[in-house]
Nanobody, 111 residues
C-alpha cells in the first residue's frame, strides 16, 4: 500500500526557514519522480517543485532560488528546504506522485 507522510511544517517568521520531509513506502521510490504541491487557504493547488528519478529538478517561479528539493533513495524520502519564507508561502504542502497524495503538512509564515 502506497503511503506518503509529510512532516516538518510549522509556524515560522518571515525570512525564516523550514525543511519539509515526505517519507514514503509501498512503491519503488528510487525510480519514481516526486512532486511537492501546495494549497493556500481559499486557493487552488499550486505546483511547487519536482525531482526526477535522476535528480533533475524544477521549481515554480514563485519559489525559485529560495526552495530546494532533494531526495534520499535509501531513506525513501523527498525533502523540500524552504528559505527566506514569506507569508505568501503559507499553505498546506503535499508530496505526490501519479495521483497518490499524503495528508499534507501545514506551513504558516507570520510575525
Amino acid at each position: 500500500q502506497v503511503q506518503l507522510v509529510e512532516s516538518g511544517g510549522g509556524l515560522v517568521q518571515p525570512g525564516g526557514s523550514l525543511r519539509l520531509s515526505c517519507a514514503t513506502s509501498g512503491f519503488t521510490f528510487s525510480t519514481t519522480p516526486m512532486t511537492w504541491v501546495r494549497q493556500a487557504p481559499g486557493k487552488g493547488l499550486e505546483w511547487v517543485s519536482h525531482i526526477t528519478r535522476d535528480g533533475d529538478t524544477g521549481y515554480a517561479d514563485s519559489v525559485k532560488g529560495r526552495f530546494t528539493i532533494s531526495r534520499d533513495n535509501d531513506m525513501k524520502t523527498v525533502y523540500l528546504d524552504m528559505n527566506n519564507l514569506t507569508p505568501e508561502d503559507s499553505a498546506i504542502y503535499y508530496c505526490n506522485f501519479r495521483g497518490n497524495w499524503g495528508r499534507g503538512t501545514q506551513v504558516t509564515v507570520s510575525s
